[in-house]
Antibody
Framework: EVQLLESGGGLIQPGGSLRLSCAAS????????MNWVRQAPGKGLEWLSG????????YYADSVRGRFTISRDNSKNTLYLQMNSLRADDTAVYYC????????????????WGQGTLVTVSS | QSALTQPASVSGSPGQSITISCTGTRNDVGTYNYVSWYQQLPGKAPKLIIFDVSNRPSGVSHRFSGSKSGHTASLTISGLQAEDEADYYCSSYTSRSTAVFGTGTKVTVL
């Protein structure tokens, strides 16, 4: 059974930094691209970033490019999201999601999701 | 990349069929058949219910079906049941190799 467990969320002041982690199990981690998706309170889903199976290709939404960095450690079966220059509108539940392809040519579908970690940006 | 456009809400009575539209552009839905749909029950993570416009993952009810015409994809729920009450999101691959979600549709079973 695929399991994805996000961690690292919490309360952070505007302008601060935070690193989210997503521990994966139940599948061959280095065979699939991985993604981060967020959902602001009461709002819709927003795809943020994706990374190919071995990390050679990375993709970002315009809203976070230059502020957020996606990475992965296949030896630890873990996905990361480094978030810098955080703003109030970054407040959301952040989900990691497994892709259905290896990601060499972009991201595709999200067939497994974690339960999410809440990031609150506030002074 | 702007979000795909979905109706904010759709409702129907048990047993009826409803359809949710998802309108994009030539940079996403209009060019690629990599359209997917997700069901999000209250307080839960989203679940993939349709991929490649019209394919269902194993275990997803046959009551869910998808289609596409031009720049608009659609999700139809047949034989509506109380358990279908949820938020539904479409998503598409884009010309920048990224993904974009729709604005989301709340389905209410009357």
């Amino acid at each position: 059974e695929v399991q994805l467990l996000e961690s690292g969320g919490g309360l952070i002041q505007p302008g601060g930094s935070l690193r989210l982690s997503c521990a994966a199990s139940g599948f061959t981690f280095n065979n699939y691209a991985m993604n981060w998706v967020r959902q602001a309170p009461g709002k819709g889903l927003e795809w943020l970033s994706g990374i190919s199976d071995y990390g050679g290709s990375k993709y970002y939404a315009d809203s976070v490019r230059g502020r957020f960095t996606i990475s992965r450690d296949n030896s630890k079966n873990t996905l990361y999201l480094q978030m810098n220059s955080l703003r109030a509108d970054d407040t959301a539940v952040y989900y990691c999601a497994k892709d259905t392809i290896n990601g060499d040519y972009g991201v595709r579908y999200f067939d497994s999701w974690g339960q999410g970690t809440l990031v609150t940006v506030s002074s | 990349q702007s979000a795909l456009t979905q109706p904010a809400s759709v409702s129907g009575s048990p047993g009826q069929s409803i359809t949710i539209s998802c309108t994009g552009t030539r940079n996403d839905v209009g060019t690629y058949n990599y359209v997917s749909w997700y069901q999000q029950l209250p307080g839960k993570a989203p679940k993939l219910i349709i991929f490649d416009v019209s394919n269902r993952p194993s275990g997803v009810s046959h009551r869910f079906s998808g289609s596409k015409s031009g720049h608009t994809a659609s999700l139809t729920i047949s034989g509506l049941q109380a358990e279908d009450e949820a938020d539904y999101y479409c998503s598409s691959y884009t010309s920048r190799s990224t993904a974009v979600f729709g604005t989301g549709t709340k389905v209410t079973v009357l």
